[in-house]
């Protein structure tokens, strides 16, 4: 860790003086890589490629226009991504809540074709997230209201063209009414993708907290006893334990 200081790429990472976890140690390798690399020239230094590039990939820069969960066709694999509407390969899964990101993403040769070896969000300057219990009534697919240090906002959404993700998943226009934007715990991050001014994307996360009493396979009880069933397939699970994920 001190020569990550030292290499400036402990970015995102706060550890203290305890071990590292294993997300920590996932950034730390990511900040390694994207890190422009220092260049010399006649005793002066500059910025210059990063590892990656170094390495033999492509850097290029996009927005997520489909992914594997929220493509509203059969187009895409698991293993792919659809980026400023061309098709890629990937070697790993890419969230569906990249929906309408501005990314910069990696490619590498495999097997002759390209293939994408890293995807990130660029930057979030064109987002807004807030949390479930600042969701206003007056919410809907056109107007979303919330609050926000103490006074009533309101943002323009484009009604049923607005791309909805909720808990990973697309939405149909099946269930695409009001109540999706106003979810009873989680948050909502709205998200412009073109840069026109109007959010055309909404990552809606919600989820149930329990205190577990007793735990079987595919089973949880609360403290009162209530047995809650889980869709290993389906439900993202998360379990604290003292406080500690």
């Known amino acids: ?10 970015d995102g990472i706060d550890s203290g003086e305890r071990a590292l976890k294993r997300e920590e140690v996932a950034r730390l390798v990511f900040n390694a890589l994207t890190v422009p690399m220092m260049e010399e020239l006649n005793g002066e230094y500059t910025e210059g490629d990063d590892a990656l590039t170094r390495l033999g990939c492509k850097k290029y820069n996009g927005i997520v226009t489909s992914t594997y969960d929220t493509q509203t066709g059969a187009t895409l694999t698991e293993n792919m ?48 997230e807030v949390k479930a219990r600042d969701i206003l009534d007056g919410t809907t697919l056109s107007s979303f209201v919330y609050e926000l240090n103490g006074k009533t906002r309101r943002e323009s959404l484009p009604g049923g063209s607005l791309r909805v993700v909720y808990n990973g998943k697309s939405v149909g226009s099946l269930y695409m009414t009001d109540d999706i934007l106003k979810p009873e715990s989680g948050k909502v991050l709205l998200r412009d993708s073109d840069n026109n001014g109007i959010y055309d994307t909404a990552i809606v996360t919600e989820y149930t907290t329990v205190v577990a009493a007793a735990v079987s396979e595919y089973n949880v009880y609360d403290k009162y006893g209530n047995n809650i069933d889980i869709d290993i397939d389906e439900e993202q699970i998360k379990v604290y334990l003292y406080g500690k994920e």
């Open 81 to 128: 991504v659809e980026i400023s509407g061309v098709r890629y390969k990937t070697t790993y899964f890419v969230e569906g809540t990249l929906l309408g990101a501005n990314v910069v993403f990696y490619t590498t040769d495999k097997d002759g074709e390209e293939t994408i070896c890293l995807v990130y969000e660029k930057y979030k300057g064109d987002t807004l």
């Open 1 to 10: 860790l001190v020569k990550a200081a030292q290499l400036d790429i402990l």
